[in-house]
């Protein structure tokens, strides 16, 4: 087995880039927030002639999102407190890409990290936008087989319980909406053809 992804990307990951034309004219353009989470606030002219001010986080930020199955069927999941929601929330492994970081690399590290992972195949599904109302970061989600698990390392700052379940009780959370993070009900989704397809689910 590996923690080396292989180097095949999703088809739809290459068009997650900005579009050709832009009908939207930036007018002026200020840093709003700096650091980790930049976010920018534009003054621009609309189509219509129309003047507004916009903010958001632009284009850059970058993360993954992997849904763990074992040789067993098992899903491994994560509960996860969130400190904006003030809550704990199931989720899947998911982790930003770091600078310069390739973006398989960083799926296979996630996978250690969060709940001490190694798989033996990968299979990449549809990346997405999360809020594209508001942001420019790109979500890359995978499918991880035949993960093994050991030991674990998490930050100081995360509070991350790992909990094994049958695939099936997965998607029976994910059907009843008990998965409320919206990126990991993405790529549980996203994942059920390839599993049907292998008879794991």
Same mark, same amino acid.
């Given at each position: 087995?590996?923690?080396?992804? /292989?180097?095949?990307?999703?088809?739809?990951?290459?068009?997650?880039?900005?579009?050709?034309?832009? /009908?939207?004219?930036?007018?002026?353009?200020? $840093?709003? $927030?700096?650091?980790?989470?930049?976010?920018?606030?534009?003054?621009?002219?609309? /189509?219509?002639?129309?003047?507004? $001010?916009?903010?958001?986080?632009?284009?850059?930020?970058?993360?993954?999102?992997?849904?763990?199955?074992?040789?067993?069927?098992?899903? $491994?999941?994560?509960?996860?407190?969130?400190?904006?929601?003030?809550?704990?929330?199931?989720?899947?492994?998911?982790?930003?890409?770091?600078?310069?970081?390739?973006?398989?690399?960083?799926?296979?590290?996630?996978?250690?990290?969060?709940?001490?992972?190694?798989?033996?195949?990968?299979?990449?599904?549809?990346?997405?936008?999360?809020?594209?109302?508001?942001?420019?970061?790109?979500?890359?989600?995978?499918?991880?087989?035949?993960?093994?698990?050991?030991?674990?390392?998490?930050?100081?700052?995360?509070?991350?319980?790992?909990?094994?379940?049958?695939?099936?009780?997965?998607?029976?959370?994910?059907?009843?909406?008990?998965?409320?993070?919206?990126?990991?009900?993405?790529?549980?989704?996203?994942?059920?053809?390839?599993?049907?397809?292998?008879?794991?689910?």
């Amino acid at each position: 087995m590996s923690d080396r992804p /292989p180097v095949d990307e999703h088809p739809s990951w290459a068009a997650l880039v900005p579009g050709g034309a832009q /009908p939207w004219k930036t007018l002026s353009s200020r $840093v709003l $927030v700096e650091g980790f989470r930049v976010v920018l606030e534009d003054r621009v002219q609309t /189509p219509s002639g129309a003047e507004v $001010v916009y903010q958001y986080r632009p284009r850059g930020p970058r993360a993954m999102f992997v849904l763990p199955v074992t040789p067993g069927g098992e899903a $491994v999941l994560i509960r996860q407190y969130r400190y904006p929601l003030q809550a704990t929330v199931w989720e899947v492994v998911a982790g930003g890409v770091e600078r310069g970081e390739d973006l398989l690399t960083a799926a296979a590290r996630e996978l250690a990290e969060e709940v001490g992972g190694v798989a033996a195949e990968w299979l990449p599904l549809p990346g997405f936008y999360p809020q594209p109302s508001i942001s420019g970061v790109i979500f890359y989600p995978l499918l991880a087989l035949g993960v093994t698990l050991g030991d674990t390392a998490h930050e100081d700052s995360e509070v991350i319980e790992r909990v094994t379940v049958p695939l099936a009780e997965a998607y029976r959370m994910l059907e009843a909406g008990e998965i409320q993070d919206g990126a990991s009900s993405l790529t549980l989704w996203h994942a059920r053809r390839h599993l049907e397809e292998r008879g794991l689910l």
